[in-house]
T-cell receptor
Framework: KAGVTQTPRYLIKTRGQQVTLSCSPISGHRSVSWYQQTPGQGLQFLFEYFSETQRNKGNFPGRFSGRQFSNSRSEMNVSTLELGDSALYLC?????????????FGPGTRLTVL | AQSVTQLGSHVSVSEGALVLLRCNYS??????LFWYVQYPNQGLQLLLKYTTGATLVKGINGFEAEFKKSETSFHLTKPSAHMSDAAEYFCAVTGGAGGTSYGKLTFGQGTILTVHP
């Protein structure tokens, strides 16, 4: 099976712009989670989607949003970008969220905000 | 709420020496615990996981971890370090199925492992 893929791998944006990141989970996986990784804050949970529904959300402002499509592919959007949004954004998929179901991570999208 | 503390942001060992990376957790429900490894410019790869049952868990690449409920610890060990083990390691906890646990791993701050020849 192919692993989790994320596109694009690198992005450079300027403050105030918006950005959309894409994640394709492993075939058959219905849960997709998103994380932000920064040197200062580490790995922080953004949100999780299952069957096109957001089931869980982390402590991030409303500028961060996401969605999931019927084929389980997911996108996350960040509007009105700030310098502090520069980070590695990781997507992870699992067959069923929660419990002992391990999450499989993609390589990430590195976002730089200038 | 759940939290994870990894003691030591940097650990340095010689090739062939014991690797010990420390992880303590806090959880109000029976935890599920994971260790992940991250190589530069890559995502996270699962090393091992504890769910229920045997408290000594074996993972990939010769790593293992022991769940100690009384000490709320889940330390990662490897008897003999290899140069290829140099990476950043993350301990993570989740609180089981349902509710605020859906799809959420809570990570420690990470430990960078350096292996000297």
């Amino acid at each position: 099976k192919a692993g989790v893929t994320q596109t694009p791998r690198y992005l450079i944006k300027t403050r105030g712009q918006q950005v959309t990141l894409s994640c394709s989970p492993i075939s058959g996986h219905r849960s997709v989670s998103w994380y932000q990784q920064t040197p200062g804050q580490g790995l922080q949970f953004l949100f999780e989607y299952f069957s096109e529904t957001q089931r869980n959300k982390g402590n991030f402002p409303g500028r961060f949003s996401g969605r999931q499509f019927s084929n389980s592919r997911s996108e996350m959007n960040v509007s009105t970008l700030e310098l502090g949004d520069s980070a590695l954004y990781l997507c992870a998929s699992s067959e069923i969220a929660g419990g002992n179901n391990e999450q499989f991570f993609g390589p990430g999208t590195r976002l730089t905000v200038l | 709420a759940q939290s994870v503390t990894q003691l030591g942001s940097h650990v340095s060992v010689s090739e062939g020496a014991l690797v010990l990376l420390r992880c303590n957790y806090s959880s109000s429900v029976p935890p599920y615990l994971f260790w992940y490894v991250q190589y530069p410019n890559q995502g996270l790869q699962l090393l091992l996981k504890y769910t229920t049952g045997a408290t000594l868990v074996k993972g990939i690449n010769g790593f293992e971890a022991e769940f100690k409920k009384s000490e709320t610890s889940f330390h990662l060990t490897k008897p003999s370090a290899h140069m290829s083990d140099a990476a950043e390691y993350f301990c993570a906890v989740t609180g089981g199925a349902g509710g605020t646990s859906y799809g959420k791993l809570t990570f420690g701050q990470g430990t960078i492992l350096t292996v000297h020849p």
